[in-house]
């Protein structure tokens, strides 16, 4: 496509629910990244996908969040048993290979998550 | 580790006035520097980047140079307008990282007032 494009945008659930989060990258880019914002803060990293294997999973916080990539195309981030904690704007970035100085991220608008 | 940090906002202008977002980094090696802004309900956009030091960033206005002995990424506008009002991230990639990792600093709300 010709953007990030990330659903739903917005999403409220109760706190326990689990919630699935879809990232759909720009056409042929093989880097894909997740990133968490909180109120008021900075990026955090979540995790990197390069194709559909993922070398760096450090920035996830807990075993409740989850990752995945089907080939080059489509990432779910899953976030099982939510906490009012996780409430923030979850935000997918691609770009065409592993991002450098040269290849540049591509952000989403985001994923708003809030639990109640 | 790796760092960014950025001062404080929010930020509050009139229009036409000079802007500055201070930014310093900690990093081993030669990153490369990045400005992103955010506008109100929208996604990120690359703003402004520099890979090496002593280059100097620029697009719509913005400025920013990469200076290596004092580790900052300053971002400068001469005239600010009222559409410039958004939040500014400044981040790296340290050199050699595989994994192609911006680190962010927390953001700086900028507001324009006419």
């Known amino acids: 496509g010709a953007g990030v494009s990330q659903s739903p945008s917005n999403k409220v659930t109760e706190k326990g629910k689990d919630v699935e989060l879809r990232c759909d990258p720009i056409?042929?880019?093989?880097?894909l990244y997740w990133y968490r914002q909180r109120l008021g803060q900075g990026l955090e990293f979540l995790i990197y996908f390069q194709g559909n294997s993922a070398p760096d999973k450090s920035g996830l916080p807990s075993d409740r969040f989850s990752a995945e990539r089907t080939g080059e195309s489509v990432s779910t981030l899953t976030i099982q048993r939510t906490q009012q904690e996780d409430s923030a704007v979850y935000l997918c970035?691609?770009?065409?290979?592993?991002?450098?100085?040269?290849?540049?991220?591509?952000f989403g608008a985001g994923s708003r998550l809030t639990v109640l | 580790g790796n760092s960014v940090t950025q001062m404080e906002g929010p930020v509050t202008l009139s229009e036409e006035a000079f802007l500055t977002i201070n930014c310093t980094y900690t990093?081993?090696?030669?990153?490369?520097l990045f400005w992103y802004v955010q506008y109100p309900g929208e996604g990120l956009q690359l703003l402004l980047k520099?890979?090496?030091?002593?280059d100097k960033g620029s697009n719509k206005g913005f400025e920013a140079t990469y200076r290596k002995e004092t580790t900052s990424f300053h971002l400068e506008k001469g005239s600010v307008q009222v559409s410039d009002s958004a939040v500014y991230f400044c981040?790296?990639?340290?050199?050699?990282?595989?994994?192609?990792?911006?680190?962010f600093g927390q953001g700086t709300e900028l507001s324009v007032k006419p």
């Open positions: 970035a691609s770009s065409p290979s592993r991002a450098s100085g040269a290849n540049v991220l591509t």
């Open positions: 981040a790296l990639i340290p050199f050699g990282n595989q994994g192609g990792k911006l680190i």
């Open positions: 990093a081993t090696g030669y990153p490369s």
């Open positions: 520099a890979t090496k030091a002593d």
């Open positions: 056409s042929g880019h093989t880097a």
